[in-house]
Antibody, heavy 119, light 105 residues
Framework: QVQLVQSGAEVKKPGASVNISCKAS????????MHWVRQAPGQGLEWMGI????????SYEEKFQGRVTMTRDTSTSTVYMELSSLRSEDTAVYYC????????????WGQGTLVTVSS | EIVLTQSPATLSLSPGERATLSCRAS??????LAWYQQKPGQAPRLLIY???NRATGIPARFSGSGSGTDFTLTISSLEPEDFAVYYC???????FGQGTKVEIK
């Protein structure tokens, strides 16, 4: 069965970087785009960007340009999202989500990774 | 950038009642709109894709309609497990609406 398993919770200081992994199983990673979505405490969903695991191409939400990098390792079926220059407003749960192109929606989600930015 | 505006922010209803949630786009998104349900502590779940198609395993009490800029998610008769937050998302630039919380009255 399809599963997306993310790395564990992180606590970071302002200015640091965080790298979250999302390991896919039950399907071929390169066959589906992967998106990253975050959710600040008590807030709504915020789209961050997309990676095409087949070729590695990416597209990021403008507000994260220059701070976010999405990569993939097809040998381990894992995608990564690195966010740098962290500030307190980046405290959130970060999700990876598989895009089912035919549906135009996310059919599988990771369990979420809580990132806390605090001095 | 396309902005999605959901209304109302909160809907207070009793089990068995009908829920009608709205999502309005700042410009046309055609039929490329999805709806998600999120319960506390859980990842969102896809309910509706392409405005009116139920995702796999979604009960028939959930229905979506609309095109262009105005969309509606209807829950025909609320079950206890339907009290949650609902988000719409368009796939032009993938932004979400701010969500509608359906709470027990």
């Amino acid at each position: 069965q399809v599963q997306l398993v993310q790395s564990g919770a992180e606590v970071k200081k302002p200015g640091a970087s965080v790298n979250i992994s999302c390991k896919a199983s039950g399907y071929t990673l390169s066959s589906y785009y992967m998106h990253w979505v975050r959710q600040a405490p008590g807030q709504g969903l915020e789209w961050m960007g997309i990676i095409n695991p087949s070729g590695g191409s990416t597209s990021y939400e403008e507000k994260f340009q220059g701070r976010v990098t999405m990569t993939r390792d097809t040998s381990t079926s894992t995608v990564y999202m690195e966010l740098s220059s962290l500030r307190s407003e980046d405290t959130a749960v970060y999700y990876c989500a598989r895009l089912e192109l035919v549906l135009g929606g996310y059919d599988y989600w990771g369990q979420g990774t809580l990132v806390t930015v605090s001095s | 950038e396309i902005v999605l505006t959901q209304s109302p922010a909160t809907l207070s209803l009793s089990p068995g009642e009908r829920a009608t949630l709205s999502c309005r786009a700042s410009q046309s998104v055609g039929s490329y709109l999805a709806w998600y349900q999120q319960k506390p502590g859980q990842a969102p779940r896809l309910l509706i894709y392409d405005a009116s198609n139920r995702a796999t395993g979604i009960p028939a009490r959930f229905s979506g309609s609309g095109s262009g800029t105005d969309f509606t998610l209807t829950i025909s008769s609320l079950e206890p497990e339907d009290f949650a937050v609902y988000y719409c998302q368009q796939r032009s630039n993938w932004t979400f609406g701010q969500g509608t919380k359906v709470e027990i009255k």
